[in-house]
T-cell receptor
């Protein structure tokens, strides 16, 4: 148990589907992040939330829509995805500046778009 | 130029060997540095922070050279359980930036 829980662990969806990824942490952390990890590429930062406010949107296409209803929960809503969006989506949280505290990652959702 | 560059490997070494990974970063304003470990199909986990003076944690030694913008990780007496991908990570203010990782395979 990492302290950061992601569901589902695996997801297969068609290009016309709508689905949501969920992330939950009860570590009392103030910041939460979505990263995308594709094969042979570094982790790509998608969104940053600090104290439930989005502080960064790293030029992510609008077919990805984040939501942070409270400091413990983070969602990533998906619609009309493309096959190249297939990847491991990782949620992370941090109790303060990540340079001081690092991240705690969830186990990720492995997404396949067909 | 990538913000964090690593040799992707794989490095195939026998048990008991010493292996070193290197990493360079492009932003001279980077403030903090880490090595993360990622097992196959798992999430990354913090292995150790990297300090200017160099630091050691058991069989693992990390070094930072700010002038050359270079980070290293040395693993002594490799174990089978060290097989994983090692991610070099730098911090700029409010986020972590990851390298692609270096894959290590330790064989019997």
């Amino acid at each position: 148990e990492t302290g950061v829980t992601q569901t589902p662990r695996h997801l297969v969806m068609g290009m016309t589907n709508k689905k949501s990824l969920k992330c939950e942490q009860h570590l009392g952390h103030n910041a939460m992040y979505w990263y995308k990890q594709s094969a042979k590429k570094p982790l790509e930062l998608m969104f940053v939330y600090s104290l439930e406010e989005r502080v960064e949107n790293n030029s992510v296409p609008s077919r990805f829509s984040p939501e942070c209803p409270n400091s413990s929960h983070l969602f990533l809503h998906l619609h009309t995805l493309q096959p190249e969006d297939s990847a491991l989506y990782l949620c992370a949280s941090s109790q303060g500046p990540p340079g001081l505290y690092g991240y705690t990652f969830g186990s990720g959702t492995r997404l396949t778009v067909v | 130029r990538k913000e964090v560059e690593q040799d992707p490997g794989p490095f195939n070494v026998p048990e008991g060997a010493t292996v070193a990974f290197n990493c360079t970063y492009s932003n001279s304003a980077s403030q903090s540095f880490f090595w993360y470990r990622q097992d196959c199909r798992k999430e990354p986990k913090l292995l150790m922070s990297v300090y200017s003076s160099g630091n050691e944690d058991g069989r693992f030694t990390a070094q930072l050279n700010r002038a050359s913008q270079y980070i290293s990780l040395l693993i002594r007496d490799s174990k089978l359980s060290d097989s994983a991908t090692y991610l070099c990570v730098v911090s700029n203010t409010d986020k972590l930036i990851f390298g692609t990782g270096t894959r290590l395979q330790v064989f019997p």
